[in-house]
């Protein structure tokens, strides 16, 4: 009988030895390779959220760049048009100016003809007087005292004397007309001419400042085109640094989904090693009561029994049922976390007697009021509702980038926070705030 025991025993311990040479292993290799497997996902997600920060630099550099640059080219632009208007105003100038030249020309034509004409009429009319008092003068006295003499009466006489005092008369006062039609008409050709000689100097002027103008307009469109080629270069490295950004948008959503896949693979390897755990206490145990049935009689049947296993003692912390009626549902969850401040820090952790991590503080706790929620922080982001952060409730969840913590009210949230410093109250808005989580 005592022999079979012996052999029951060795059995026990051979397949305690079995589970430790085989489980230990496999434990210690998975679990570690898992999280130096994490551990490169979070630095290339790290590495990828750099490369995210200088791209958006950029994209904030250049974007800064371009406004600066368009206003510019629409200054430059508002000048063009300035330039452009004065230039039409110009040569309108230039083109009513010649217009007036030209009619000053057909003016100066006309009184040239008339001044020709009136000089023509001058000179008609001295030389006939000149041949009526060459004729008198070479006929000499006596033809005068013939005509006298060969008058019919005195009257006849006194007629023909007056008729050559009229006559004398009337050349001089013809020449004299003459000359003076003649002086005015070349007095008006004169300012006839000098008007035109003043406008052709003001189409001059405005030939020149319409040249100024052409040149300062080319020059102004020259930078004009120059910013749009700036602009145009500026906006293709914008939209580069926009999609570069995008991309590594991207890679981080990728390597986030990644590192809270890995976590469920470190939480479930751990799961396992808890269960190799147990089930080497269960043979130890079996191994103890083999010894200790191995050493009392045969037959003996003392009733020392193993006794009651009860581990129940008092943590000193209220349960979650006692919070009730204390508040709101979401208040009563914050009181409730509350009570753990000062507990450690453990990295995959659940307890909040004896350490957890962030998301293990906060699904541990809604654990406890009935609400089942994922493991990882990065799923958290999307359980329960969205609301934000102006609206936030005590119990709500506050999502930051790899981390979550519980709103408690006055801008604050309670939260697993690091190694060093356990569980903690902090102001809530200490990171920048993705998301608030609304669960009951």
């Given at each position: 009988m005592r022999k079979k025991k012996w052999i029951h025993l060795f059995a026990i311990c051979m397949s305690l030895t079995m589970m430790?040479?085989?489980?230990?292993?496999?434990?210690?290799?998975t679990i570690s390779d898992l999280e130096k497997e994490k551990k490169e996902l979070e630095k290339q997600k790290e590495d990828a959220e750099n490369k995210q920060k200088e791209e958006q630099e950029k994209l904030n550099n250049i974007s800064g760049e371009i406004d600066t640059m368009q206003g510019e080219a629409d200054e430059v632009a508002g000048e063009i048009e300035e330039?452009?208007?004065?230039?039409?105003?110009?040569?309108?100038?230039?083109?009513?100016?010649?217009?007036?030249?030209?009619e000053k020309e057909v003016q100066i034509e006309e009184t040239t003809a008339e001044y020709e004409l009136?000089?023509?009429?001058?000179?008609?009319?001295?030389?006939?007087?000149?041949?009526?008092?060459?004729?008198?003068?070479?006929k000499g006295d006596t033809t005068y005292m013939q005509l006298l003499l060969e008058s019919q009466s005195f009257n006849d006489m006194l007629n023909k004397a007056d008729y050559i005092e009229k006559l004398y008369a009337y050349d001089r006062k013809m020449l004299e007309e003459y000359q003076l039609a003649r002086e005015a008409t070349e007095q008006l050709?004169?300012?006839?001419?000098?008007?035109?000689?003043?406008?052709?100097?003001?189409?001059?002027?405005?030939?020149?400042?319409?040249?100024?103008?052409?040149?300062?307009?080319?020059?102004?469109?020259?930078a004009y085109d120059d910013y749009e080629v700036q602009l145009a270069k500026a906006k293709q490295e914008a939209a580069v640094y926009k999609a570069n950004v995008k991309k590594q948008t991207e890679e981080i959503r990728k390597l986030e989904a990644a590192a809270a896949k890995k976590e469920s693979e470190i939480e479930a390897a751990k799961k396992a090693e808890e269960e190799a755990r147990k089930a080497q206490e269960e043979a130890l145990k079996r191994?103890?009561?083999?010894?200790?049935?191995?050493?009392?009689?045969?037959?003996?049947?003392?009733?020392?029994?193993?006794?009651?296993?009860?581990?129940?003692?008092?943590?000193?912390?209220a349960s979650a049922a006692s919070y009730s009626g204390s508040g709101s549902k979401g208040q009563q969850i914050a009181n409730y976390a509350c009570q753990f401040i000062g507990n450690p820090y453990v990295p995959g952790g659940t307890s909040l007697t004896n350490g957890a991590d962030c998301s293990g503080f906060v699904m541990r706790v809604y654990k406890d009021f009935g609400y089942s929620l994922p493991r990882t922080s990065y799923s958290q982001r999307s359980a329960g509702t969205s609301v934000s952060y102006s609206e936030a409730q005590p119990g709500d969840i506050i999502c930051y980038a790899g981390h979550v913590g519980i709103y408690i009210g006055n801008g604050q949230i309670v939260h697993a926070s690091t190694q060093k410093t356990g569980i903690k109250v902090t102001k809530a808005t200490y990171r920048e705030i993705l998301s608030v989580r609304r669960i009951v």
């Open positions: 430790i040479l085989v489980v230990e292993p496999v434990r210690a290799t330039v452009d208007a004065a230039l039409v105003e110009t040569i309108a100038s230039v083109e009513l100016i010649e217009e007036e030249i030209g009136a000089l023509a009429t001058e000179q008609e009319q001295y030389e006939a007087m000149k041949l009526r008092i060459q004729f008198m003068y070479e050709k004169e300012q006839l001419e000098g008007e035109k000689a003043e406008l052709e100097a003001q189409q001059h002027e405005l030939e020149e400042e319409k040249d100024s103008l052409e040149t300062l307009l080319a020059e102004k469109q020259a191994q103890q009561e083999a010894e200790k049935s191995s050493s009392s009689s045969s037959g003996s049947s003392s009733g020392s029994s193993s006794g009651g296993t009860s581990s129940s003692s008092s943590s000193g912390y």
